[in-house]
């Protein structure tokens, strides 16, 4: 079956521009997470998306950065006012249910480049 | 100080070793531990997950779990060229948010012909 798919693929933007990114979760999957990957730093959880419960935004590196997931399945990441180290790659992931230790299930990711 | 602390190589080794890759920690409430494989230009996969301390094999592949320690390894045997990937060592607590993976910052391996 179809996987996680994020959209776009690549994204250049200059400094100052707002973005959106797309993230579609694997269909009956329940639970959704933002990820960064940046240079050296390794994945960084920004924010987890469980049912109809409020989100988990613990992650969320500034208040430029927001999500929402309408409908229980896709997800818009929109980071507004984006600066130079917002470049990175935005890789979104689902599981099944949210259960703690459940394998989550990774898209290809977004690359952003902030110029 | 990062909660997960990994070697991010670059590890280079000829087809056909044994190939240890190693993870500490300092959170002593992990209680779920995975390794993730991730290929150039794409996003990661679970190859391991082991649940509390003790070892857990599948094919070539054996994962480690050093409670006491705070340390973690996956070995790989017989490795091969498609093994050339990143390899993420990830883990979640067992209090809090039931699924936000703590990750390494990745070892990025290399198997030569």
């Known amino acids: 079956g179809a996987g996680v798919s994020q959209s776009p693929s690549n994204k250049v933007t200059e400094k100052g521009k707002d973005v959106e990114l797309r993230c579609d979760p694997i269909?009956?999957?329940?639970?959704l997470y933002w990820y960064r990957q940046s240079l050296g730093q390794g994945l960084e959880f920004l924010i987890y998306?469980?049912?109809?419960?409020?989100?988990?935004k613990s992650g969320l590196p500034s208040d430029r950065f927001s999500a929402e997931r309408t409908g229980g399945s896709v997800s818009t990441l929109t980071i507004q006012r984006t600066q130079q180290e917002d470049s990175a790659v935005y890789l979104c992931?689902?599981?099944?249910?949210?259960?703690?230790?459940?394998?989550?299930?990774f898209g290809p990711g977004t690359r952003l480049l902030v110029l | 100080q990062k909660e997960v602390e990994q070697d991010p190589g670059p590890l280079s080794v000829p087809e056909g070793a044994i190939v240890s890759l190693n993870c500490t920690y300092s959170?002593?409430?992990?209680?779920?531990f995975m390794w993730y494989r991730q290929y150039s230009r794409k996003g990661p996969e679970l190859l391991m997950y082991?649940?509390?301390?003790g070892n857990k094999e599948d094919g070539r592949f054996t994962a480690q779990v050093d409670k006491s320690s705070k340390y973690i390894s996956l070995f790989i045997r017989d490795s091969q060229p498609s093994d050339s990937a990143t390899y993420l060592c990830?883990?979640?607590?067992?209090?809090?948010?039931?699924?936000?993976?703590?990750f390494g910052t990745g070892t990025r391996l290399q198997v030569t012909l």
């Open positions: 992931a689902s599981s099944l249910a949210g259960q703690r230790g459940e394998t989550q299930y």
């Open positions: 269909s009956g999957h329940t639970a």
């Open positions: 998306f469980q049912g109809n419960s409020a989100p988990d």
């Open positions: 959170n002593s409430a992990f209680q779920y």
């Open positions: 082991t649940y509390s301390s």
């Open positions: 990830a883990m979640i607590p067992n209090t809090g948010t039931a699924s936000k993976l703590t």
